[in-house]
């Protein structure tokens, strides 16, 4: 079954606390992006990656950075999360160009 | 990016049918129109794209207007379950941009 998975789906932690969000497909997908959620303020993307090694900044990647050493594998590294992070995140993966996103279910952060 | 105007929010009867408009009056020659909607507590799903002519899934039919500067989401028949934002995307060989969405509330 065509999936892309995060971990974990609920995680609270502390303002400082280094933290990493897993996102893993299965379709062997070339793109592959990242998204917060936040009421009143709609999807934003963070970072996106068109390939293995190749990523670029979304709307918003500021206090976020992101790795892609597989195809597969585009982990969400938070290096010293705040509170203003405390958001729904989610993670897509399509084919390159103008084919269809999968999401992931969603990882809800809270940064006490 | 090309942008989309939609609706806030629509209300459907259950069982009727619903027509979601979408403006795109900006957009280019090879930006294709997505649909996407997101239940809630889900992520976004995919709905239904196309570029030109008009397109039929099993989930829904996607009129696009003739000059392609608008375009409208057609649920043949709203259930309970297809209560949820849908948002309309250009795509052309760029990320794809959520805006606001509809909020579509189907009433039993």
């Known amino acids: 079954e065509a999936q892309v998975t995060q971990n974990p789906r609920y995680l609270i932690t502390v303002t400082g606390k280094k933290l990493t969000v897993t996102c893993s497909q299965n379709?062997?997908?070339?793109?592959m992006s990242w998204y917060r959620q936040d009421p009143g303020l709609g999807l934003r993307q963070i970072y996106y990656?068109?390939?293995?090694?190749?990523?670029d900044k979304g709307d918003v990647p500021e206090g976020y950075k992101v790795s892609r050493k597989e195809k597969r594998n585009f982990p969400l590294i938070l290096e010293s999360p705040s509170p203003n992070q405390t958001s729904l995140y989610f993670c897509a993966s399509s084919r390159v160009g103008q084919d269809i996103q999968y999401f992931g279910a969603g990882t809800r952060l809270s940064v006490l | 990016d090309a942008k989309t105007t939609q609706p806030n929010s629509m209300e459907s009867n259950e069982e009727e049918p619903v027509h979601l408009p979408c403006n795109h009056s900006?957009?280019?020659?090879?930006?294709?129109i997505h649909w996407y909607r997101q239940l809630p507590s889900q992520g976004p799903e995919y709905v239904i794209h196309g570029l030109t002519s008009n397109v039929n899934n099993r989930m829904a039919s996607l009129a696009i207007a003739e000059d392609r500067k608008s375009s409208t989401l057609i649920l043949h028949r709203a259930t309970l379950r297809d209560a949820a934002v849908y948002y309309c995307i250009l795509r052309g060989n760029t990320p794809l941009v959520f805006g606001k969405g509809t909020r579509l509330s189907v009433i039993a």
């Open positions: 379709m062997n997908h070339e793109y």
């Open positions: 990656s068109m390939n293995v090694e190749v990523t």
């Open positions: 900006t957009i280019s020659g090879t930006d294709y």
